[in-house]
């Protein structure tokens, strides 16, 4: 009798901690996936998605749905100590067309003790060349933080955390992605030719395999073909306060490793008409 007593708790306490986890399953019902991808859940019952990277394989995952306009967030976990040429993206796209639209977060690894850097980048129409990279100035490994992609008629908004850390700009007679519904990425790769110093810093592939987790996915945004979601003039009409453009000033003074707006070598004919505008 006392051991029932004590085994109703049990099976009570289970059964709950499978309805939260249920409740919170977000990556098989949203996305499909590619590669290695394990999922997990966190002490608060939160579905935690896993991506590994080997010789063999990279891994990702894409969303079901395609959106056009609005607030994407995730929280990720970083590669844990020497991360060099790997790539962890969290990024929206329209296809692998020549005229795509796409937003890009992508993280790229350094050897052990040295920044990760976060790259930021639009195309449109097959336009792309538009690249802010920062050096984070967190360890993005030791914890989870949330990056945040604001998509609307009027500009583009990066996040990290709760810092606003680029805008770019719509400007009428540019491109600009407003046409192209795009589906979410999250993945994970080999990017030995690109991502650490130009290239020169390949992955040790003794630390494989490599792993980045993610959770906390949030889309508040326009599905394809649908209606946009209540309260959707939050995103859609939203540019940064002074404020935001107070943490933007910050980031472009203390971490901003790298604008294409001041690259006159990669544009010999002159840098793009966005970069002369206000």
């Not at 109703?8 to 990556?27: E, K």
């Not at 590669?79 to 937003?103: K, M, Q, R």
């Not at 500009?155 to 850390?165: G, M, P, Q």
Request: net charge negative; proline share 5%; charged share 20%.
């Amino acid at each position: 009798m006392a051991r029932r007593s004590l085994l109703l708790p049990l099976l009570a306490l289970l059964a709950a901690m499978a309805a939260v986890a249920s409740a919170d399953s977000w990556l098989y019902d949203k996305f499909n996936t590619d590669g290695t991808v394990r999922t997990d859940y966190d002490t608060s019952g939160q579905q935690v998605a896993m991506l590994n990277l080997d010789r063999s394989s990279g891994a990702g995952f894409n969303s079901k749905e395609q959106y056009l306009f609005g607030e994407f967030s995730i929280q990720m976990k970083l590669i844990p100590g020497n991360s060099a040429g790997t790539v962890s993206c969290f990024y929206l796209t329209s296809g692998d067309a020549d005229d795509h639209d796409e937003i890009d977060m992508e993280f790229m690894g350094n050897s052990s003790g040295q920044p990760v850097v976060l790259n930021t980048n639009v195309w449109a129409s097959g336009d792309g060349k538009k690249e802010h990279q920062f050096d984070l100035w967190f360890d993005p490994s030791a914890d989870y933080h949330t990056y945040t992609i604001i998509w609307n008629p009027t500009n583009i908004i990066f996040k990290v955390d709760d810092n606003v850390i680029r805008c770019f700009k719509r400007y009428a007679d540019l491109a600009y992605p407003n046409s192209k519904p795009m589906a979410l990425h999250a993945t994970l790769w080999d990017g030995s030719y690109w991502a650490t110093e130009k290239g020169k810093v390949p992955i040790d592939w003794s630390g494989a395999p490599f792993v980045v987790s993610y959770k906390a996915y949030n889309a508040d945004a326009c599905v394809t073909g649908g209606a946009c979601p209540a309260g959707s003039d939050r995103w859609m009409n939203k540019q940064p306060d002074s404020a935001e453009w107070g943490t933007i000033k910050w980031a472009e003074s203390n971490y901003l490793r790298y604008d294409y707006c001041t690259d006159g070598w990669r544009f010999p004919n002159g840098l793009p008409a966005e970069c002369s505008r206000s």
